[in-house]
């Protein structure tokens, strides 16, 4: 399971990049092409320094990358870590539903006893 194959840590990066509704949206708007951070900082009502640090986090669970384009950091998507995310939740949802078929199943089982 693809649970397993995440350590803890790595798993709890990826929920607290994409936790974070500004985080997402970085997301999104780098899905559909590679920014700047100070083009990104020009879309929200907040400090360039308070953009970077969502683009830091977003870059330590390995979601996005930077790298430098003259005096400019570029930030591109790393979509393989999306396709983890999907997975892991994926993962989780299929766990949750063989529970709930397997409650269902208890539930019939003391209905016909």
Same mark, same amino acid.
């Given at each position: 399971?693809? /649970?397993?194959? &995440?350590?803890? =840590?790595? *798993?709890?990066?990826?929920?607290?990049?994409?936790?974070?509704?500004t985080r %997402?949206?970085?997301?999104?708007?780098?899905?559909?092409?590679?920014?700047?951070?100070?083009?990104?900082?020009?879309?929200?009502?907040?400090?360039?320094?308070?953009?970077?640090?969502? /683009?830091?986090? &977003?870059?330590? =669970?390995? *979601?996005?990358?930077?790298?430098?384009?003259?005096?400019?950091?570029?930030? %591109?998507?790393?979509?393989?870590?999306?396709?983890?995310?999907?997975?892991?939740?994926?993962?989780?949802?299929?766990?949750?539903?063989?529970?709930?078929?397997?409650?269902?199943?208890?539930?019939?089982?003391?209905?016909?006893?």
């Amino acid at each position: 399971m693809v /649970v397993d194959e &995440l350590s803890g =840590a790595e *798993v709890d990066r990826l929920f607290q990049a994409f936790a974070d509704r500004t985080r %997402r949206d970085i997301v999104a708007k780098v899905t559909v092409g590679e920014q700047s951070v100070s083009e990104l900082a020009s879309h929200y009502a907040m400090s360039f320094a308070a953009v970077q640090k969502h /683009v830091a986090v &977003l870059e330590r =669970a390995a *979601v996005v990358t930077k790298h430098k384009r003259g005096r400019e950091q570029i930030v %591109r998507v790393q979509l393989d870590a999306i396709t983890r995310a999907r997975t892991l939740l994926d993962a989780y949802g299929q766990m949750w539903r063989h529970r709930v078929d397997r409650i269902d199943d208890i539930l019939d089982e003391d209905k016909k006893g």
